[in-house]
């Protein structure tokens, strides 16, 4: 009687793991997976880099999108990593300063949880401005809402790794 008993799920998780990395030897391809598996079990979506699971899965219940879809936007714009890119974009959801200021967003883009909350915000703007559809959005955020042509590339990318 004074054993614990283990949630189903994490039991799961914890045999998916164990597998995976015993059958291919813990090789990169097994550390991509997990996150699928724990997709798979949970239903929720884990941590990228600084962006902890809360934030994936908290933004995308905000904006009523898959946590698949944040969770892979935030991979490709920065791997969750405070990052300036060669373009000027800045934070873990890559903000240039003029869409930070556009935007009205509040913080610094610095900190993980303003720059998400800003995150949330501009993605439901632009769901709004392309009539709730989900790829024009995707495809505004990465090259602005008069260029969605421009942004296509990239928002087919992120849907076909959110799957």
């Known amino acids: 009687?004074?054993?614990?008993?283990?949630?189903?799920?994490?039991?799961?998780?914890?045999?998916?793991?164990?597998?995976?990395?015993?059958?291919?030897?813990?090789?990169?391809?097994?550390?991509?997976?997990?996150p699928a598996i724990i997709h798979a079990i949970t239903g929720s979506c884990p941590a990228v880099g600084l962006v902890s699971s809360g934030l994936i899965n908290g933004s995308a219940s905000a904006i009523g999108i898959s946590c698949k879809v944040v969770q892979?936007?935030?991979?490709?714009?920065?791997?969750?990593?405070?990052e300036t890119s060669p373009a000027g974009a800045q934070g873990v959801a890559q903000f240039m300063p003029g869409t930070w200021k556009g935007t009205g967003c509040a913080g610094s883009v610095w900190n993980v949880t303003d720059a998400m909350t800003c995150y949330v915000k501009l993605m439901k703007q632009d769901l709004r401005t392309e009539g709730g559809n989900l790829r024009y959005a995707l495809a505004a955020y990465n090259a602005g809402t008069g260029n969605i042509p421009a942004g296509l590339g990239y928002a087919d990318h992120i849907l076909s790794l959110a799957g």
């Not at 892979?72 to 405070?82: A, F, M």
């Open 1 to 34: 009687m004074g054993k614990k008993k283990r949630s189903s799920a994490s039991f799961l998780v914890f045999i998916a793991i164990t597998g995976i990395l015993g059958v291919t030897g813990g090789g990169a391809v097994a550390v991509k997976a997990v």
């Open 72 to 82: 892979q936007q935030i991979t490709y714009e920065s791997d969750g990593q405070q």
